[in-house]
């Protein structure tokens, strides 16, 4: 670890969004001060409280903010992209290769990388400063692929963002039989050795000494999972130091279908009745039940859900309703879930959606979507150190662009980041007292380069994907509009 700087920074902004305890306030002409990787003061300049600095950052007409915590986002990837305006469903693996799983890996170390150190810039890129990480399992069989999150981490620890990191497992997976019907492949045995592995992944991010990078518990799929599997996992988490933990559940309509079909029970009533609740745990999604009941009981619980408004609308689905989950006592976050990882954009979307579900203008505010992208992701990771500025606080920081001509006439600050702008408004980021993204730029990287090793290892991906269908990849997955190559 580097020493202590004992250096005193203030931030002189056009707005600051600080935190007073009870709730973000935006001050005009606020000042933030920090040292090392905490913050010393967040407020007006003028209250006597306000220390002096040793350097002076001055972020002219922009609004500075907490950084963002992006609760659910893929952290490699994204081959969901492949089906947005499509009625293309999931390829699911061909039952030869899930039985064998000794094909060899479509991607080799260099690709890992790639993968990894694109996802990292791209959420630094978008105001991003903690994220918890989730990889596509499209292309995967039980578990995650060995060195991905190693990777991750590595490229994490490069980039300088917060990170919780796990290695995924799943008792079932999605196959094709030679006759092409689908069905699902149970291995106990292997959901168990997955969950040994992530339990491995805990203890060697323990080990690097990084305080920015963290390990956490994820059966991947609730309904891919038995009851003594998550069981199982609780006990984990509780040896571990009641470590985080966090699932897909009810994000399609199947998963109620399924759920009831095998347990007799909702998938939110038989999770409560795994045990698998409390405030070490997150669902991501959660999205379809039989009865609001099951989300007032699971309010109950203190558990934390993730909302990925985005990805959901591409399926065609949307929570309903955000502000009903919150009046229930759910502690939300926000999660990107999908490319691109733009915050911004999802607190856009799931307010609009939230307005649409509830038929209410003034549903979905700008303040409860900020406050799940920043308090809400802080709380179910039990940081209340993220997410806020304040004295004590962690010394993580945004400063957003949101005086261009596109954002409109000066008004709102927050309200034009919200509704009139993006993730590409970021303009400076500082992570534990350290500016890692400067001018929207991460300091050192060579992105031309980045963006030609990720295309490589895209152009892998979807090849092997659409192999599983027998098929060009340009047909399986059909283009926006049709498409005239160069020969």
């Known amino acids: 670890m580097a020493a202590a700087s004992t250096e005193r920074v203030a931030i002189e902004a056009g707005w600051l969004v600080a935190w007073d305890?009870?709730?973000?306030?935006?001050?005009?002409?606020?000042?933030?001060?920090?040292?090392?990787?905490?913050?010393?003061?967040?407020?007006?300049p003028t209250d006597p409280a306000c220390p002096p600095a040793d350097r002076t950052i001055d972020a002219g007409d922009k609004l500075v903010t907490p950084g963002l915590v992006n609760l659910h986002c893929i952290a490699n990837l994204d081959a969901q992209v492949l089906r947005s305006d499509a009625n293309v469903p999931g390829v699911p693996k061909p039952l030869a290769?899930?039985?064998?799983?000794?094909?060899?890996?479509?991607?080799?170390?260099a690709d890992l990388r790639a993968s990894a150190e694109y996802a990292m810039a791209t959420l630094l890129k978008n105001g991003t400063t903690s994220f918890a990480m989730v990889t596509g399992g499209a292309a995967k069989l039980w578990d995650e692929h060995e060195g991905e999150p190693d990777a991750i981490a590595d490229a994490a620890d490069r980039f300088g963002v917060r990170a919780w990191i796990a290695h995924f497992f799943r008792e079932a997976v999605d196959a094709l039989q030679p006759d092409g019907t689908r069905?699902?492949?149970?291995?106990?045995?292997?959901?168990?050795?997955?969950?040994?592995?992530?339990?491995?992944?805990i203890e060697r991010l323990r080990a690097r000494g990084n305080p920015r990078l963290t390990g956490f518990l994820f059966p991947y799929q609730a309904g891919n999972c038995s009851a003594d599997l998550l069981r199982e996992t609780m006990r984990q988490?509780?040896?571990?130091?009641?470590?985080?933990?966090?699932?897909?559940?009810?994000?399609?309509?199947?998963?109620?279908?399924?759920?009831?079909?095998?347990?007799?029970?909702?998938?939110l009533e038989w999770l409560i009745d795994t045990g698998m609740v409390g405030a070490n745990v997150c669902l991501t999604h959660a999205i379809y039940t039989r009865d609001f009941a099951e989300v007032e009981a699971l309010a109950r619980t203190g558990i934390s859900v993730c909302h990925c408004p985005l990805v959901n609308a591409r399926e065609g689905d949307l929570l309903a309703s955000f502000d009903r989950y919150r009046a229930a006592g759910i502690n939300l976050g926000i999660g990107t879930d999908t490319f691109p990882?733009?915050?911004?954009?999802?607190?856009?979307?799931?307010?609009?959606?939230?307005?649409?579900?509830?038929k209410k203008r003034g549903a979905g505010s700008v303040a409860a979507f900020f406050h799940a992208a920043t308090i809400g992701g802080a709380t179910a990771l039990a940081r209340p150190d993220?997410?806020?500025?304040?004295?004590?606080?962690?010394?993580?920081?945004?400063?957003?662009?949101?005086?261009?001509?596109?954002?409109?006439?000066?008004?709102?600050?927050?309200?034009?980041?919200?509704?009139?702008?993006?993730?590409?408004?970021?303009?400076?980021v500082i992570v534990a007292g350290r500016e890692v993204l400067k001018g929207g730029k991460i300091p050192g990287l060579d992105e031309a380069e980045l963006m030609r090793r990720a295309q490589v290892a895209w152009d892998k991906y979807k090849r092997r994907l659409a192999s599983w269908a027998g098929d060009a990849p340009d047909r399986i997955y059909p283009s926006a509009l049709p498409m005239r190559r160069r020969p």
């Open 21 to 44: 305890g009870a709730q973000h306030v935006a001050i005009e002409g606020g000042r933030l001060v920090f040292r090392d990787r905490k913050i010393l003061f967040a407020g007006d």
């Open 97 to 109: 290769y899930v039985r064998g799983g000794d094909e060899p890996h479509y991607w080799n170390a």
């Open 183 to 201: 069905t699902k492949l149970w291995d106990e045995k292997r959901a168990f050795a997955g969950l040994e592995r992530n339990v491995a992944l």
């Open 237 to 267: 988490a509780r040896a571990l130091g009641n470590v985080h933990v966090r699932t897909h559940i009810a994000e399609y309509a199947e998963d109620l279908a399924a759920s009831l079909a095998r347990h007799g029970k909702a998938p």
């Open 341 to 358: 990882p733009d915050l911004v954009e999802e607190m856009r979307v799931g307010s609009l959606l939230c307005k649409v579900a509830d």
């Open 386 to 428: 993220l997410g806020r500025l304040a004295a004590g606080a962690a010394a993580d920081i945004c400063i957003w662009n949101v005086s261009e001509f596109r954002h409109g006439p000066a008004d709102d600050p927050m309200r034009s980041l919200v509704h009139f702008g993006s993730g590409r408004d970021c303009d400076t």
